[in-house]
């Protein structure tokens, strides 16, 4: 079984996986902190009141060394900029699922910006942790959209795992190493 | 990996986490019959004609030896006082997602009855078994009753997990310990 | 923690469980594709256009080698058949999901073809990879067709976890032996 990553050594990309509330995002946290903090890239914006309160938690939480870059869409070009501006410091993107979701809200090419986000996983030359949900679980969703949206979440799971390093899935707050 | 408990050996306190009918109840069941029995703490009440059956398949499952004690809301407090009878038998707790529901019926304080929990069981004298559910795995639920549900039984399951000194993840029957 | 199985030996019968989208239906068909191909035992049927999308999709996947069977059914009646014909190839049975819908629809006993196919899979001259759904991690569902097909699906996967000599988890694609 592979080690989960610890304080000594964060590199590479990592996927932090979990259903909800199994603490993915402060284990994902943790291991930046670690490392001296990062940039936390959030899907989510503040735009409505449950994601600003959510932003604030996930602030609240973090110890000092951190900057916060909100993109709901194009965290591919996210990544690239930050990589032609030469920083070093590890990223935290969180969540894959919730930018899933803001893709399909804007009608956005799916299985492109999956392909343009495993290409920039790749070629980032700083650690990245990325956070995602497992939603595939439970029984079939009664709706179209739900099935569909379990559908490309299990399908973008499956391809970030491939092209990440390492892959961690979240229980109750217990890293298991999958990768 | 940690071992999952043998028949050789339960001592400390266990949680046995899993999604429905993976054989959390079956396999808590079967760590305290090869202790030899023990107590049967459920927050299930015989008040419904559902709940009369699923206690009374329990009770035909199990074989001799245990005593059960049906509290719904009041957990800790019905370990304490075992504690302060100085009994030393282990308890099976099944379960916790029930009992949050318990309480969300009866408005009770949450937040405070879990850390009257995890206080009950770092103290307990004897060793515990705890079942609860993992329902975080699916897509986001529609309701807002069944988003406070699934979010508040993944919290709970993390505080308890961690005060807890084993945990096991079953999956259609199959125990791995995480923890 | 067993080993996965690899390309060099597929022997006896293996479970391949995950969430939907989590990779089991291309993690067993690889499994047998390793093995030189195999039967292909459809539980679907193409008698409707998705399934027949979704059998395409599968057979574009599949290498040559391979030789289709839909039985929505009688699943353990075509194992022995095939047995019975001296058949040596491995088969893929998938998946069980859709074999238990298909037993409610059509009013059969469901603990007695559960019997029949444990019975099957246990005399089964030739490998046998199984592929099933896990549906209980989410919150309980709201109705009550609902919750019987993900209890009777829990159970179904505990039975033939327990007549496999092999379980695999999957999540996002990635392998966990379980047994």
Not at 41 to 50: F, N
Not at 134 to 148: K, W
Request: with cysteine; glycine share 12%.
């Amino acid at each position: 079984m592979p080690e989960t990553p610890g304080s000594n050594g964060l590199e590479g990309t990592t996927l932090v996986l979990g259903g909800a509330k199994s603490g993915k995002s402060m284990y994902a946290e943790s291991l930046i902190e670690a490392a001296g903090g990062g940039i936390y890239l959030a899907t989510a914006t503040a735009g409505d009141e449950e994601m600003r309160r959510k932003i604030a938690a996930h602030r609240d939480r973090r110890g000092g060394g951190w900057e916060t870059i909100e993109e709901p869409l194009d965290v591919a070009a996210t990544l690239a900029r930050l990589a032609g501006d030469g920083r070093q410091q590890p990223v935290l993107l969180d969540c894959l699922t919730l930018w899933l979701s803001n893709l399909m809200h804007a009608g956005s090419d799916i299985d492109r910006s999956t392909t343009e986000l495993e290409t920039a996983l790749r070629a980032a030359p700083f650690p990245v942790v990325t956070v995602s949900n497992e939603v595939g679980g439970g029984i079939i969703p009664d709706t179209e959209l739900g099935r569909a949206f379990m559908n490309r979440a299990g399908i973008l799971n499956q391809r970030i795992a491939q092209a990440s390093d390492h892959v961690i899935l979240m229980t109750a707050g217990i890293p298991q190493a999958l990768k």
